[in-house]
């Protein structure tokens, strides 16, 4: 699975932005998904998760409520809606994917198969 995300930018803090990551090969449907973020001088950090079985969603404290990720399995393509950004959110982020990631693990980004290359996100004050 190679996976193409985009949809960075620079926006002001308030602002609202959609990344989305468009995933090649036959098995998206049955990756579970998720998106890391890495500012600079900091580790990869986790922002959310969406498991193919059952559809259950997992979000990070710092961005619970405010993001939101999605999938569309027949465009397979993976969105994660960004509300409410602050100059916090500011990062590079990555979409990832894994056909067995156990629930213990949804969390940890050594977990996860596949990335995308990273789409930057500047969020101004």
């Known amino acids: 699975v190679q996976l193409q995300a985009s949809g960075g930018g620079l926006v002001q803090a308030g602002s609202s932005l959609r990344l989305s990551c468009v995933a090649s090969g036959s098995t998206f449907s049955r990756q579970t998904i998720a998106w890391f973020r890495q500012a600079p001088g900091k580790e990869r950090e986790f922002v959310a998760a969406?498991?193919?079985?059952?559809?259950?969603?997992y979000y990070s404290d710092s961005v619970k409520g405010r993001f939101t990720i999605s999938r569309d399995n027949a465009k397979s393509t993976m969105y994660l809606q960004m509300n409410s950004l602050t100059p916090e959110d500011t990062a590079v982020y990555y979409c990832?994917?894994?056909?067995?990631?156990?629930?213990?693990?949804?969390?940890?980004?050594?977990?996860?198969?596949?990335w995308g290359k990273g789409t930057l996100v500047t969020v101004s004050s």
């Open positions: 969406l498991r193919y079985s059952g559809g259950y969603t």
């Open positions: 990832a994917a894994d056909p067995s990631i156990i629930l213990s693990a949804v969390r940890d980004f050594r977990s996860y198969a596949y």
